[in-house]
């Protein structure tokens, strides 16, 4: 059974940092992307970042909304990705969730989410 | 990026009607649609991939369809269990991309 399990989510001010992890079980970790979206309250979903497979040495993708803010990074040996979130603001307030590409190209399975609040 | 827009934005249907949601793509992107499940409070889940294909365990009211750069996901006759959001997203080009979403209610 595949299991997407987010945390270190929280409440953080404007100008912080916070670093988001997905532990993942039941599936060959290492031979797929992993991708972090969000999903503001009340709103639809967005692609945030997301990491290729070693076979595609990594590429990584982000939101121009991120860029230059956010790091998305994976640890194949413990089956972990991450989300480093640097100078955040408001606007990135959202339940982010973790998802896996199985060479599908789509979003084959979900976390729960891990719930992000950026204020003062 | 491709843009998908999706209607309606929300949707009031009684059981066992015919409900049908649709996403236009703003270029050609093949089948690479896939269309999501969001139940209330829970994750979004994969429910039809390639345009037309279910996803394990969906129920076979379900089905997906596409005319041209119009996609569509029609639930056959509505179920309680239906009730959520609905979102599709295309795969044809980096990024992917989704549709703004449909609230499904019941009537």
């Known amino acids: 059974e595949v299991q997407l399990v987010e945390s270190g989510g929280g409440l953080v001010q404007p100008k912080g940092s916070l670093k988001l992890s997905c532990a993942a079980s039941g599936f060959d970790f290492n031979s797929y992307g992993m991708s972090w979206v969000r999903q503001a309250p009340g709103k639809g979903l967005d692609l945030v970042a997301d990491?290729?497979?070693?076979?595609?040495?990594?590429?990584?993708y982000y939101a121009d909304s991120v860029k230059d803010r956010f790091t998305i990074s994976r640890d194949d040996s413990q089956s972990m990705v991450y989300l480093q979130m640097d100078n955040l603001k408001t606007e990135d307030t959202a339940l982010y969730y973790c998802?896996?590409?199985?060479?599908?190209?789509?979003?084959?399975?979900w976390g729960q989410g891990v719930m992000v609040t950026v204020s003062s | 990026d491709i843009q998908m827009t999706q209607s309606p934005a929300s949707l009031s249907a009684s059981l066992e009607e015919i409900v049908t949601i649709t996403c236009q793509a703003s270029q050609d992107i093949g089948n690479w649609l896939a269309w999501y499940q969001q139940k209330p409070g829970k994750s979004p889940q994969l429910l039809i991939y390639d345009a037309t294909s279910l996803a394990d365990g969906v129920p076979s009211r379900f089905s997906g369809s596409r005319s041209g750069t119009q996609y569509s996901l029609k639930i056959s006759r509505l179920q309680v269990e239906d009730i959520g959001s609905y979102y599709c997203?295309?795969?044809?080009?980096?990024?992917?991309?989704f549709g703004s979403g449909t609230k499904l209610e019941i009537k």
């Open positions: 990491i290729s497979s070693k076979s595609y040495n990594y590429a990584t």
């Open positions: 998802t896996v590409d199985e060479g599908t190209d789509y979003f084959d399975y």
């Open positions: 997203q295309q795969a044809h080009s980096n990024p992917p991309t």
